[in-house]
């Protein structure tokens, strides 16, 4: 059975750090990408970054480039998101999901797995 769980969130000042975890079960990273999402009350869920299993290309939305890192370790089977400079708008839940193939996507569509989210509140 797959699972996908994540963890780290927390409530942060303004311009603090957070480092949230992506677990994989069930399944192995060789053959999926593995995206974060998140969605903030009131707005739809975004994507945030995105990390591709196939050569190791990373993506990430505009509003946290410089400011997020993705990065995977494979012997762990997860995912990390680096959150560094946070700022209020980045409070929402956060998701990670797990793509069969490898290439990343933002369209929540062609995701075929998802976690159960996890908050992140940034605020003083």
């Known amino acids: 059975e797959v699972h996908l769980v994540e963890s780290g969130g927390g409530l942060v000042q303004p311009g603090g750090s957070l480092r949230l975890s992506c677990a994989a079960s069930?399944?192995?990273?060789?053959?999926?990408?593995i995206a974060w999402f998140r969605q903030a009350p009131g707005k739809e869920r975004e994507g945030v970054s995105c990390l591709s299993s196939s050569d190791g290309s990373k993506y990430y939305a505009d509003s946290v480039k410089g400011r997020f890192t993705v990065s995977s370790d494979n012997a762990k089977n997860t995912v990390y998101l680096q959150m560094n400079s946070l700022k209020p708008e980045d409070t929402a839940v956060y998701y990670c999901?797990?793509?069969?193939?490898?290439?990343?996507?933002?369209?929540?569509?062609?995701?075929?797995?998802w976690g159960q989210g996890t908050q992140v509140t940034v605020s003083s």
């Open positions: 069930g399944f192995t990273f060789d053959d999926y990408a």
């Open positions: 999901a797990a793509r069969r193939g490898s290439i990343c996507s933002w369209y929540q569509r062609v995701q075929n797995y």
